[in-house]
């Protein structure tokens, strides 16, 4: 079993874009040091957030997955057209672009969570997450019940 980071999130935490569409990063990820993340809009309509650290590390693990040159091609072509480096401020905001407030949007709240193990962590619209909560419930009891907890 892989060691808990001290530095995951857990949880949701609501947040409101101000007027120039910057979030407050969440202080447990702050402590990280970090000054730039990626962001990279994930095809479900949220905001998967990495360090440059884990985007590298799962990029490459992606890239040497496609085998076939077209598709790496296309691959590394869709990457870096959905992903973006971002800095963190000295207050711990991040500067969301107008393309990646319509992606998260409708609507200025957004939920802060843990969504996958590769990535620190992900902007969902409020609604959005709700729905998409409520669609992993039964796999998540059923996989609770497995495991007996």
Excluded at 6 to 16: Q, W
Excluded at 35 to 57: A, C, G, M, W
Excluded at 103 to 127: A, C, D, K, M
Aim: charged fraction near 25%; charge should be positive.
């Amino acid at each position: 079993m892989a060691a808990r980071s001290p530095n995951i999130l857990h949880g949701e935490h609501c947040h409101t874009l101000d007027e120039k569409n910057r979030l407050i990063v969440p202080l447990s990820l702050r402590a990280k040091g970090a000054r730039e993340l990626i962001v990279v809009r994930h095809p479900n309509s949220y905001l998967s957030v990495f360090t440059p650290e884990q985007f590298d590390k799962l990029y490459q693990s992606l890239v040497e997955k496609n085998k076939d040159a077209k598709e790496r091609r296309s691959f590394v072509f869709m990457m870096n057209h959905v992903a973006r480096t971002v800095p963190v401020d000295a207050q711990g905001r991040m500067s969301l672009s107008q393309v990646e407030v319509e992606h998260v949007s409708p609507g200025r709240e957004v939920v802060f969570t843990r969504g996958s193990e590769q990535s620190l962590f992900e902007i969902w619209n409020v609604s959005r997450h709700g729905a998409a909560t409520q669609n992993e419930r039964d796999r998540f009891r059923v996989t609770l019940e497995t495991e007996g907890v």
